[in-house]
């Protein structure tokens, strides 16, 4: 995986030169995994930034708190650490001045970047010596290498099965967070076995982890409902989200599918057919150089001629972010 990672960076400070971006604060922790392999640290939840300095001529450099500092250094494929703890000199403002001063022009993910941080470089800098390059990753996280394919593969796995456990605890007389129980823990067994298999370290947990999204009978209709103490009975729909829950090795993938308890109603049947007819569609224009509105456009004029209203957007992306 190291060869990967520096890849990514060399990527990185190449597309930084092209752009004339001298300097680029990358805060976001997914975009911090996906250049460093570093993750599973507290971060802006609990009040400490983590930012990864790059160069376009220089060391990379990767802040962070002092708690986290072994995991970082077991972890973070980066050129320089520092670890910062609370109270203790500048924190993790130390650093920053030095390596922004001679910064004609300084990247930060204008959408993601926190707000204490992005206050702090404020004080330091006219706001015209930075720029967003949030596009720039966007861009490089888009297409997926064959690594990060053959992980959404493996998360693939895991989610069949998830969806295998949960269709098989659906039945009468059951309340709905026994079926989260059993995708839970057979989303935890597939991860597991895929771990051991096939990725040889032991900082990534295989425990699946998101609180599920499911609905039974007349709360079908509440689009992220979660797991409840509703009991399902006979002729209920059942739909099972798996969104959130998919996540293995941090790689999302987001699906989901309806079923009856035993049998369905006429006009339930009507709509999941109009569902799959939908989804057929959208299938149909996927190809090379096709735009994602283009694909929603298909599906949904599926629906709309079947007679329901505009839906929601059809797909979603996939990688290290939800």
């Known amino acids: 995986m190291k060869n990967l990672f ?10 930084m030169c092209e752009r004339e971006i001298d300097t680029a604060l990358v805060t976001d922790d997914d975009n911090i995994f996906y250049l460093t392999g570093y993750y599973d640290y507290l ?13 376009q001529h220089g060391p990379s450099l990767l802040i962070t708190p002092q708690i986290d500092e072994n995991s970082a250094r077991s972890l973070a494929h980066c050129d320089e650490i520092f670890s910062w703890n609370d109270g203790m000199g500048g924190e993790w403002r130390e650093k920053l ?36 390059f949030s596009e720039i990753l966007e861009e490089m996280r888009m297409i997926k290498s064959p690594e990060e394919l053959q992980v959404a593969r493996h998360a ?16 009468d007389g059951r309340p709905e967070f026994e079926v989260a129980i059993a995708t839970s823990a057979a989303g935890t067994r597939s991860a597991a076995e895929l771990l051991e298999k096939q990725y040889p370290s032991t900082d990534m947990s295989p425990n699946t982890h998101f609180l ?7 709360d079908i209709v509440k689009t992220h409902h979660r797991a409840s103490t509703r009991i399902m009975r006979n002729g209920d729909p059942v739909f099972l989200c798996f969104c959130g829950m998919t996540n293995f090795y ?11 308890i035993n049998s369905a109603k ?21 190809g090379p150089g096709v735009k994602a509105e283009q694909v929603h456009e298909a599906y949904a004029e599926v629906i709309k001629d079947a007679g329901y209203d505009y839906p929601f957007r059809c797909g979603r992306a996939t990688g290290y972010s939800f």
């Open 156 to 171: 693939g796995q895991v989610a069949n099965a998830m969806m295998k456990a949960g269709r098989e605890a659906i039945i």
């Open 6 to 15: 520096q890849a990514r960076l060399a990527d990185l400070k190449d597309r």
């Open 43 to 55: 971060h802006m939840d609990f009040g400490r930034p983590t930012i990864f300095v790059v160069h």
């Open 266 to 286: 006429p006009e339930h049947i009507k709509v999941y057919e109009t569902a799959l007819s939908s989804q057929e569609a959208a299938l149909s224009v996927l």
């Open 97 to 132: 001045p030095n390596l922004i001063k001679l910064s004609k022009k300084i990247g930060i993910e204008a959408d993601r970047i926190p707000q204490i941080v992005l206050s702090y470089l404020s004080s330091l800098n006219s706001m015209e010596k930075f720029v967003n």
């Open 250 to 260: 941090k790689f999302k993938l987001g699906f989901d599918r309806t079923f009856w």
């Open 212 to 218: 599920q999204i499911m609905a039974s009978g007349e």
